[in-house]
């Protein structure tokens, strides 16, 4: 694996396996009745979050405790940090107290790959989401949940999505979650169709290694899986679509449209949800839905990340799957 | 000593000559010339070209003297073989009266090292609401011709019309930066490929097409003269071919910057690759060099922009916009366009000296190498090969994308008037 984890781009197949099978490890740490590691006892990670995000955040901080680190949260938002060099000067600050990882979030972006390598910082750099950018972590934790309901026995282990058929629906143009799982559920081998709005699929998509499809309906039969992304309100007022009725009707998802979806299909969404506009409360509440597991299952991912980047070289559990890489 | 004898330059490329200059002139250029009386500078088969004259350069005096000041900003030039530069209005503050206009004259004479034409503010404090005032720019001791909002759009297409209108009366040209604004809003970086991957807000190619197209036709219906500022995109090309076979007086530049590099570039999120216009894309740039080559694209402007190492040293969407380019225009030039084969050095005489002259109205300089003309000169060692070190820049600005690149060519001598500015690649 790379020292950093800026995007889920720059993840192999193997490299992305590997964190997903140790992922399985570390959520059996959850079931324990002391659910903590000794795996970065004396490591210091540091949250830095240029950006609100209190799911994101205690989601990191979690995974990073229950492996025994000392936590810093550096949360810039409400400080006196404003101008853009404070990124710098940040990231110095945390290199003279000896900071072992950084995991950043940041509305620019870019942000966490300047920050691993304009030399400001020695540290691995984990990208907590930046701008319209990437959010690595989210797309594996997509990854680890989709593994678990669709490859089956033993959550999969040491296996990938192949032939998966993968269905992303919404605010592409500003998500960066959708970026990070094209790229990522690629790499795994799965088959992605991205459906949304013209307004909302960005000029050049036609690179990215995805099908794109303007009509929800006549995807959803051939659906594995169907992520709904999460549409922000003032993308209304932009003109990005006509009203939040008309969006609902054609990209929104509800019981009559799940009810197209094989059997096995499972929801997905980032969270938090905007019931009503792109997702009914009936298919939110549905055991279909995987929006509480994903949550979970965040934990480990990010637990799997920090060890493989910090902890490096020993197995984490006892699981010899780890040492062949 | 008031003579100098350049010996066996290429002048414009050519065969090897001497030229003779007496005082502030040239006083005769042929083979064999005679030392007596001059100082000799061997020039070793160097090219000699006229003063190059920059349309679009920003010296950030009065208002942001930590990038550049005239003085800076003059020696810059002087060391790129700039003898005249146009130094943009969007200062602090704006050049939009005769006072400031004057008073950045006034410091271009004072610096010495090459001559300082303002442009001025078409509206009051580039706001694009009400004109400013355009007549009085012009009868000012600095005797404003060229007018631009540049940094900023004259998105109003009546201010832009009554704009291109009122400056007929005294034979001006507004320069366009021709960016609509509302296509632009939270723009990063071309929109494409690459900015649907980065995740970057994206600048359209026809943010910058639709007002060059809306005001070639202006210009068409009042009968005026418009100058499109770095023009980046194919699709302009296409707009400025048609606007000049329809007749239309129109004059266009495009950078150095434009004519080489790519919005793949921005992939390492290094600010120093920002600037407005973004880097577009390698058929863009095929298509900008070729216009330069056919005429389409009359010139080469820098569009100069230096700012201070902590502006961009920091994440890509707190940087600000812009590149120093002064220092490697000509290098720029000659590796995409001469060596490419695309234009000869008379060509590159023409483009980045005579014709911004012309645009600018610019009396003195953009003048030919022969007898009786200004001595206004540079003379470039067109062999030389090294890797840009902005540790050597004259600008108080470092902000360069051709850190450690290799780029050809070295600007060794610069005559301002017969003065030299530069010498052995020094400044005087
Ligand atoms: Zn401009």
């Known amino acids: 694996m790379k020292r950093h984890l800026i ?43 240029f950006e609100d995000s209190t799911r994101t955040r205690i989601s990191f901080e979690a995974a990073e405790k229950r492996l025994s680190a000392d936590v810093i949260n550096f949360a810039a938002k409400g400080s006196s940090v404003s101008k853009g060099e404070s990124l710098k000067d940040t990231a110095q600050t945390l290199e003279a107290m000896g900071v072992d990882a950084v995991v950043i979030r940041h509305s620019a972006s870019g942000a966490p790959y300047r920050l ?66 094209v ?74 449209r799940m009810a197209r979806m094989p059997e096995h299909a499972i929801v997905m969404h980032p969270g938090p949800m905007v019931r009503g506009m792109e997702i009914t ?13 994903q949550v979970a299952n965040g934990v480990s991912i990010r637990m799997a990340v920090l060890y493989l980047l910090l902890g490096g070289n020993e197995p984490a559990l006892t699981n010899p799957r780890t040492e062949e890489k | 000593m008031s003579k100098i004898l350049i010996r066996g330059a290429k002048v414009l490329g050519g065969a090897p000559q001497d030229v ?81 206009v004057e008073q950045v004259y006034r410091l271009g004479k004072e610096s010495g090292y090459c001559d300082v034409q303002p442009i001025g503010a078409v509206t009051v404090g580039l706001a694009g609401k009400k004109l400013a005032e355009l007549g009085a720019m012009h009868e000012s001791a600095a005797g404003v011709t060229v007018f631009s909002d540049d940094g900023k759009c004259v998105d109003d297409a009546v201010i832009m019309r009554r704009a291109l209108e009122y400056v007929k009366a005294f034979g001006g040209v507004v320069a366009q930066h021709a960016q609509e604004p509302r296509l632009t809003e939270g723009a990063q970086m071309n929109e494409g490929v690459v900015s649907a991957e980065l995740g970057l807000g994206g600048w359209p190619a ?45 004059t266009a530049e495009v950078t150095p910057h434009h004519l080489l590099l790519t919005d793949e570039l921005v992939r390492s999120y290094n600010p120093v690759y920002k600037v407005n216009p973004p880097l577009r894309t390698e058929r863009d740039v095929l298509a900008l060099r070729e216009a330069l080559a056919d005429g389409t694209i009359d010139i080469v402007a820098t569009d100069h922009a230096p700012h201070p190492h902590e502006d961009k040293d920091c994440e890509w969407a707190a940087a600000a916009m812009g590149m120093v380019g002064l220092e490697t225009a000509l290098s720029v030039v000659q590796h995409t366009m001469v060596e490419t084969g695309l234009l000869d050095w008379a060509g590159v005489a023409d483009r980045m000296s005579a014709t911004p002259a012309r645009i600018g109205q610019l009396a003195g300089h953009g003048r030919p190498v022969a007898a009786g003309e200004p001595a206004n000169l540079t003379l470039v060692d067109s062999a030389y090969r090294g890797e840009v ?30 003065r030299k500015t530069l010498v052995d690649g020094k400044l005087a």
């Not at chain 1, 319209?132 to 999969?156: E, I, K, S, Y």
């Not at chain 1, 993308?235 to 929104?252: C, D, H, L, V």
């Not at chain 2, 639709?210 to 995109?233: F, K, N, P, Q, Y």
Request: aromatic share 4%; with cysteine.
């Open chain 1, 116 to 181: 691993a390598t304009s030399g400001w910082i020695d540290a691995p750099v984990i990208n907590a989401g930046d701008g319209t950018h990437q959010h690595p972590t989210q797309a594996l934790l997509d990854a680890f949940t989709m593994r678990r309901r669709l490859v089956g026995p033993d959550a999969g282990l040491g296996q990938d999505l192949a032939g998966k058929r993968i269905t992303l629906v919404g605010d592409v143009l500003h998500s960066r979650v959708a970026r990070s799982n």
């Open chain 2, 20 to 100: 003779l200059i007496d005082g502030e002139f040239i006083e005769a250029v042929g083979a064999g010339l005679s030392a007596e009386g001059a100082e000799v500078v061997e020039a070793d088969g160097k090219v000699l070209l006229p003063g190059l004259v920059d349309l679009h350069t920003h010296l950030r005096e009065p208002g942001r003297e930590d990038s550049e000041t005239v003085l800076t900003g003059t020696r810059a030039a002087a060391s790129g073989g700039y003898t005249a530069v146009f130094a943009m209005a969007n200062t602090f503050p704006v050049a939009d009266t005769a006072g400031v």
């Open chain 2, 389 to 418: 070190d902005p540790a050597g820049f004259a600008s108080r600005s470092r902000n360069t994308p051709y850190e450690g690149r290799e780029l050809p060519g070295r600007v060794t001598h610069t005559f301002l008037r017969g």
């Open chain 1, 7 to 49: 995007s889920a781009a720059d993840l192999t197949r193997d490299d992305a396996v590997l964190i997903l099978d140790t992922a399985e490890e570390m959520a059996r740490v959850a079931d324990r009745p002391i659910k903590k590691l000794p795996a970065l006892r004396g490591r210091t990670v540091c949250n830095l979050f």
């Open chain 1, 183 to 256: 790229a990522l559920l690629h790499t795994l081998g799965a088959e992605v169709t991205l459906v949304a709005p013209p307004t909302l699929v960005p000029v050049g998509v036609e690179t990215w290694p995805c099908e794109v499809s303007y009509d929800l309906d006549s995807v959803l039969p051939k659906s594995d899986a169907v992520m709904m992304l999460r549409v922000q309100r003032e993308r209304m007022n932009a003109a990005f679509f006509p009203t939040e009725r008309e969006y609902s009707r054609r990209y929104g998802l509800d019981g009559d």
């Open chain 1, 281 to 293: 409360a009936e298919v939110a509440d549905s055991d279909r839905c995987t929006v509480v597991e």
């Open chain 2, 206 to 250: 026809v943010a910058e097409e639709s007002i060059i197209a809306r005001d070639v036709l202006l210009a068409e219906h009042v009968g005026s003269r418009v100058h499109i500022c770095h023009l980046s995109t194919a699709g302009s090309v296409e707009i400025v071919r048609w606007a000049k076979s329809r007749g239309i007086d129109v």
